[in-house]
């Protein structure tokens, strides 16, 4: 069974009403009908992460990982650990942001124990990461490719479905009327 948002969209039905909206020039607030007075749900309000980790900080964009530690940084959050499986690049990114390099992001996972994980690297390292993120209850963002084909990629978002996984890509940019 799909798991449905407050609204009865699904996150796929969610992502396709998105993009037909933002096609017409709406914004992401007219995706939802407005609840009537007295139905609106409470939500449950958590505790925002402060333990960090990043995965692949080795992603072939160039700007992308000094982009995400310095955000994180600038959040004022303890990045944990910094992955690549090279050590040398784990060790540069690591030591620019004040944290420790691991060459295994599993090892370092289960010595960190961050509360939220940005996982970038190479697109054929991916899946199996993603896979990991979400057997292990981790609630992660990923950079894209999840896949190099619509196969892998519709396999990792039903396994990320079936296990109420909190995933998500930071793709906004691609409702824009640019896009």
């Known amino acids: 069974m799909k798991r449905q948002m407050a609204s009865g969209c699904n996150r796929r039905g969610f992502l396709e009403r998105a993009g037909r909206l933002a096609v017409g020039g709406m914004t992401a607030g007219a995706i939802f009908e407005t609840p009537r007075r007295g139905e609106a749900r409470a939500q449950q309000v958590r505790k925002r992460p402060q333990r960090v980790a990043v995965i692949g900080v080795d992603h072939y964009h160039a700007t992308s990982t ?16 910094v992955h690549a499986p090279d050590a040398g690049i784990a060790a540069k990114w690591a030591g620019e942001y004040g944290s420790t390099p691991y060459t295994d992001y ?12 940005v996982a970038l690297g190479h697109h054929a390292a ?54």
């Open 66 to 81: 000094p982009n995400y530690l310095r955000i994180l940084q600038n959040q004022k959050l303890d990045i944990l650990g």
């Open 126 to 179: 991916m899946p199996a990461a993603f896979r990991f993120l979400v057997e292990t209850g981790t609630p992660f963002l990923m950079e894209k490719p999840w896949g190099i084909d619509a196969k892998t990629v519709n396999e990792l978002a039903d396994l990320a479905e079936s296990k109420h996984a909190w995933a998500a890509v930071p793709m906004p940019f691609r409702y824009s009327w640019f896009a």
């Open 106 to 117: 599993r090892a370092m996972l289960a010595q960190t124990k961050p509360e939220f994980v």
